[in-house]
């Protein structure tokens, strides 16, 4: 299965600042995913970041504040923009492989962000 | 709107124990996906079911996919404080993906 690595780990920043979020998969991978998490709690997609075009965002989520990167087939970039304490969360990016709406999720570890 | 109830959201139980976690909706899916995720760590994949009725074992786990494609289970027999965690169900249906709220399980030695 896919390796992901997702930096930074963990971060606390001011509020008002901006802070990009790196996912980089060690192989291609068909899809690419940006969840937000809180501590415990079920996951809620924020976009999917397609390769060479905008991302694909759900309701609630808008590309102003997060803006997606996804320049190739293994790499992608989540930014939080203008972050405020509602901001603080967990990220975290998932990849799929091949085609098919079956294909199993595999996730990086997260980063954790807090705003202060 | 599709929603996945999943239930109980939370589980505290001693070694040795059996438990099920359950997740249901009024929408049919194409598969449903089970994850364990521990703190610090992401989801992590532990089966695919795609078949009404289908039935899969993973050591001391078990998970069942409904009939009609809309419920699924998770049945851990003998639960070791290494299960310990959050449990997640993904229902997929025409690309769309589908999360459950979630099982914090916490098993004490």
């Known amino acids: 299965s896919a390796v992901i690595s997702q930096k930074p780990s963990r971060d606390i920043c001011q509020r008002g600042t901006s802070l990009t979020i790196q996912c980089q998969v060690d192989?291609?991978?068909?899809?690419m995913f940006w969840y937000r998490q809180q501590p415990g709690q079920s996951l809620t997609l924020i976009a999917t970041a397609n390769q060479g075009s905008e991302a694909t965002y759900e309701s609630g989520f808008v590309i102003d504040k997060f803006p997606i990167s996804r320049p190739n087939l293994t790499f992608s970039t989540l930014t939080v923009s203008n972050m405020s304490p509602e901001d603080s969360s967990i990220y975290l990016c998932s990849v799929t492989s091949g085609t098919g709406s079956n294909q199993p999720q595999h996730f990086g570890d997260g980063t954790r962000l807090s705003i202060l | 709107t599709q929603l996945l109830e999943q239930s109980p959201q939370f589980l505290s139980i001693q070694e040795g124990e059996n438990l099920t976690v359950y997740c249901n909706s009024s929408s049919v899916f194409s598969s449903l996906q089970w994850y364990r995720q521990e703190p610090g760590e992401g989801p992590v994949l532990l089966v695919t079911v795609v078949t009404g009725g289908e039935v899969k074992k993973l050591k001391r786990l078990t998970f069942q996919f409904g009939d009609a494609r809309k419920d699924s289970s998770l049945h851990i027999t003998a639960a070791q404080p290494g299960d310990t965690g959050l449990y997640l169900c993904l229902g997929t249906s025409y690309g769309k993906l589908t999360f459950g709220q979630g099982t914090i399980l916490t098993v004490h030695p």
């Open positions: 192989s291609q991978v068909t899809m």
